[in-house]
């Protein structure tokens, strides 16, 4: 039988501990407000912007909202995103490829800090 057992390299263990966050950048939080078509695959097109980037979202909330049958009855795909630090000027690019995302209809930004 085979041995199984997970090794961590020294250049693996070097390169993870050289993309750890300072306290300074874990302290800001970028958040993205998205609403976009409840349509098939509008959240994989979402998340691949922070996957291309190998970011992973800390906190990813999403609801599908419908209107009342007087106003149309459609679904709207509300998506809410937080990620610990991502630097600012990323996360302005993000946010600007995120708007031109077919199907999303606005995506607000803010900032939140730690204390």
């Known amino acids: 039988m085979p041995n199984t057992d997970l090794r961590v390299s020294d250049a693996t263990r070097s390169s993870q501990q050289s993309r750890a966050l300072s306290p300074l950048d874990a302290a800001e939080t970028h958040c993205f407000a998205?609403?976009?078509?409840?349509?098939?695959?509008?959240?994989?097109?979402?998340?691949?912007?922070?996957?291309?980037?190998?970011?992973?979202?800390?906190?990813?909330?999403?609801?599908?909202?419908?209107?009342?049958?007087?106003?149309?009855?459609?679904?709207?795909?509300?998506?809410?995103?937080?990620?610990?630090?991502?630097?600012?000027?990323?996360?302005?690019?993000?946010?600007r490829c995120l708007r031109q995302i077919y199907g999303v209809d606005s995506v607000l930004t803010s900032t939140k800090t730690a204390g």
Not at 76 to 89: K, R, V
């Open 34 to 95: 998205i609403r976009a078509d409840a349509s098939p695959g509008m959240m994989s097109r979402v998340l691949e912007l922070f996957a291309k980037r190998n970011l992973v979202p800390t906190r990813w909330h999403s609801d599908v909202i419908v209107a009342p049958a007087r106003d149309g009855g459609l679904a709207t795909l509300q998506i809410d995103i937080q990620m610990e630090g991502m630097e600012a000027e990323l996360a302005a690019y993000v946010a």
